[in-house]
């Protein structure tokens, strides 16, 4: 399995390029805003976890836990490609800094 730091910089890069993409094809500042915020997220504790720090694991977490907030239910009540998308990743974070988390305790 992948450093969990390099996992969290994937999905950082992800979110906030969907963010971006979202941005630029729609004008959507709610897109930019979220991805964004999310991204900062994973990149921050990808950051902490690189350098042994603490927390690095929960804020990775609780990025997938805002990911799987806002798109999870959207993705079960429109059943659209993007919201479907965001929260298989968000499951897959969820899953990844969960089971790290859970090791540690």
């Known amino acids: 399995m992948a450093d969990p730091s390099t996992t ?3 999905l950082a890069l992800l979110t906030a390029g969907g963010g971006l993409t979202g ?3 729609t004008g959507s500042i709610p897109s ?5 915020t999310v991204g900062a997220l994973y990149g921050l504790g990808g950051l902490r976890i690189r350098q042994r720090q603490t927390y690095g ?3 990775a977490l609780l990025a997938s836990v805002v990911l799987a ?3 999870v239910p959207r ?3 429109s059943g659209k ?3 479907i998308g965001l929260s298989v ?3 897959f974070g969820l899953w990844r800094f969960g089971t790290l988390w859970r090791a540690q305790a």
């Open 89 to 91: 990743v968000a499951a």
């Open 32 to 36: 930019v805003a979220a991805g964004t």
């Open 8 to 10: 969290a910089f994937v």
């Open 57 to 59: 694991v929960e804020l």
């Open 81 to 83: 490609p993007l919201p």
């Open 75 to 77: 993705a079960i009540r």
């Open 23 to 25: 941005f630029i094809r």
């Open 69 to 71: 907030g806002s798109s």
